[in-house]
Protein backbone atom coordinates (compact mmCIF):
# COMPACT_ATOMS: atom_id res chain seq x y z
CA UNK A 1 0.00 0.00 0.00
CA UNK A 2 3.03 2.17 0.80
CA UNK A 3 4.39 1.95 -2.99
CA UNK A 4 0.52 2.48 -4.19
CA UNK A 5 0.43 5.91 -1.86
CA UNK A 6 3.88 7.24 -2.69
CA UNK A 7 3.36 6.52 -6.84
CA UNK A 8 0.93 9.02 -6.52
CA UNK A 9 1.42 12.44 -8.20
CA UNK A 10 0.31 14.40 -4.81
CA UNK A 11 2.33 12.44 -2.33
CA UNK A 12 5.25 13.61 -1.03
CA UNK A 13 5.48 10.87 1.23
CA UNK A 14 4.00 8.08 2.87
CA UNK A 15 5.12 6.36 6.07
CA UNK A 16 3.47 3.85 8.75
CA UNK A 17 2.63 4.62 12.43
CA UNK A 18 0.78 2.80 15.07
CA UNK A 19 -2.76 4.47 13.63
CA UNK A 20 -2.06 3.31 10.22
CA UNK A 21 -0.31 4.95 7.32
CA UNK A 22 0.61 9.12 7.16
CA UNK A 23 0.54 11.03 4.02
CA UNK A 24 2.15 13.62 3.46
CA UNK A 25 0.95 15.79 0.19
CA UNK A 26 3.52 17.54 -1.84
CA UNK A 27 3.22 21.31 -0.93
CA UNK A 28 2.20 23.24 -3.80
CA UNK A 29 0.43 20.78 -5.72
CA UNK A 30 -1.48 22.39 -8.17
CA UNK A 31 -4.79 20.68 -6.55
CA UNK A 32 -6.77 20.66 -2.99
CA UNK A 33 -5.92 18.51 -0.22
CA UNK A 34 -9.57 17.59 -0.65
CA UNK A 35 -9.31 16.67 -3.80
CA UNK A 36 -5.83 14.67 -3.28
CA UNK A 37 -7.67 13.31 -0.58
CA UNK A 38 -10.52 11.70 -2.45
CA UNK A 39 -8.30 11.39 -5.85
CA UNK A 40 -5.75 8.64 -3.42
CA UNK A 41 -9.21 7.46 -1.96
CA UNK A 42 -10.37 6.23 -5.42
CA UNK A 43 -7.25 4.71 -6.32
CA UNK A 44 -6.47 2.37 -2.90
CA UNK A 45 -10.08 0.88 -3.32
CA UNK A 46 -9.87 0.81 -7.11
CA UNK A 47 -6.68 -1.36 -6.35
CA UNK A 48 -8.98 -3.62 -4.06
CA UNK A 49 -7.97 -1.85 -0.92
CA UNK A 50 -10.61 -1.12 1.96
CA UNK A 51 -10.23 1.84 3.47
CA UNK A 52 -11.45 3.11 6.55
CA UNK A 53 -10.90 6.50 7.04
CA UNK A 54 -9.56 9.55 6.12
CA UNK A 55 -8.55 12.15 8.45
CA UNK A 56 -6.72 15.74 7.67
CA UNK A 57 -3.81 16.06 10.61
CA UNK A 58 -2.60 19.95 10.88
CA UNK A 59 1.13 20.23 12.15
CA UNK A 60 1.35 21.44 15.82
CA UNK A 61 2.70 24.43 17.03
CA UNK A 62 5.82 23.14 17.78
CA UNK A 63 6.18 21.70 14.46
CA UNK A 64 5.48 24.57 12.38
CA UNK A 65 7.99 26.33 14.60
CA UNK A 66 10.97 23.77 13.98
CA UNK A 67 9.94 23.82 10.10
CA UNK A 68 10.25 27.91 10.00
CA UNK A 69 13.12 27.80 12.24
CA UNK A 70 15.18 24.66 10.30
CA UNK A 71 14.54 26.73 7.04
CA UNK A 72 16.21 29.62 8.61
CA UNK A 73 19.27 28.35 9.34
CA UNK A 74 19.95 26.86 5.89
CA UNK A 75 19.32 30.07 4.34
CA UNK A 76 21.61 31.78 6.40
Known sequence: MQALLAAHR????AAK????I???LR???PITAEEAAADINRVLV???????RLEPAR???EERFL???SRLGVAA
Not at 10 to 13: L, Y
Not at 17 to 20: A, F, L, N, Y
Open 10 to 13: AVRS
Open 17 to 20: TPEG
Open 22 to 24: RVT
Open 27 to 29: PGF
Open 46 to 52: EAGLAVH
Open 59 to 61: ASL
Open 67 to 69: EIT
